[in-house]
């Protein structure tokens, strides 16, 4: 079958973004699974957190900066951004076409989830993400029995945003969050947003070996991976790849953790679209 995605290169830059620092847990998984790769990252700190926003709203962030990623002639954009890809992705890839490969965070990990040994699966996201229904609706739509509960959890990015990983008031928030009654008897939890990745270990602690915690951003790169061999996308001959961050607005706690991710040599560009 001929590729639809012929014109492109495989030396063309993947392009991935979110509303802020949590896409860079999936940008950090195709580093490392995809390490011949250009990376541009787009972060729309001014506007987040995306979670608590109208569907309008979000769809209008995400296209443009869906456009500004084509504008840098990027091979494949990752909308690594839960939230946005409830509420946005029928509109990017409307914009997008051929023009280059969607991967979003919601459909690659449902399909995994529905096809292993998976009955009581919790998600944690933000308001918007939650009030879409995609985790169940995308699940469900592979195996019907799969009970899922989702449950809104809006604290935790801002606390995130504000540098406080690792720290008592995360972990009391996340106490009262993943105690909560939707929750109780789960063997699954994803994290469905990508910033949430960032407290693993303190969600780990919390479960311990009772709760599967599932790697979004690995099974995401791995897709893209996927998509990219499939279509002769990938990138075998760059040994030295370039990682170049925009964001709307900069902040203290993303310039911390994208150098703590990529080393400290990277350069933030503000880029207001």
Do not use: W
Request: aromatic share 8%; with cysteine.
């Amino acid at each position: 079958m001929k590729s639809k995605y012929k014109h492109l290169s495989a030396k063309q830059p993947i392009g991935v973004f979110d509303s802020g620092v949590g896409g860079l847990t999936v940008a950090r998984e195709i580093r490392r699974l995809l390490p011949n790769e250009d990376i541009i990252y787009f972060g729309d700190t001014k506007h987040l957190p995306y979670g608590d926003k109208s569907k309008e709203t979000i769809a209008g962030y995400s296209t443009k900066i869906a456009a500004f990623l084509l504008e840098m002639n990027c091979k494949a954009i990752v909308i690594a951004c839960n939230t946005a890809t409830a509420n946005a992705l029928k509109e990017v890839k409307k914009l997008v076409g051929n023009r280059a490969l969607i991967i979003d965070v919601v459909n690659p990990v449902s399909e995994k989830v529905a096809y292993e040994l998976h009955q009581n699966i919790g998600v944690i996201a933000t308001k918007g993400t939650v009030a879409s229904g995609i985790y169940r609706k995308a699940i469900r739509k592979h195996n019907k029995f799969i009970n899922v509960n989702e449950l809104a959890t809006p604290l935790l990015v801002p606390a995130i945003e504000e540098g406080f990983s690792n720290h008592p008031i995360t972990r009391a928030i996340l106490a009262n969050y993943l105690s909560n009654k939707k929750l109780r008897g789960i063997e699954t939890l994803i994290l469905g947003c990508t910033h949430y990745p960032l407290l693993e270990r303190e969600i780990t602690q919390y479960y311990g070996k009772a709760v599967k915690i599932i790697d979004s951003p690995q099974i995401v790169a791995n897709e893209l991976r996927h998509r990219l061999g499939k279509h002769q996308l990938l990138n075998k001959d760059n040994p030295q790849p370039s990682y170049h961050f925009y964001l709307s607005d900069i902040t203290r706690n993303f310039q911390r953790i994208s150098r703590k991710f990529f080393g400290n040599k990277i350069g933030l560009e503000l880029k207001v679209l």
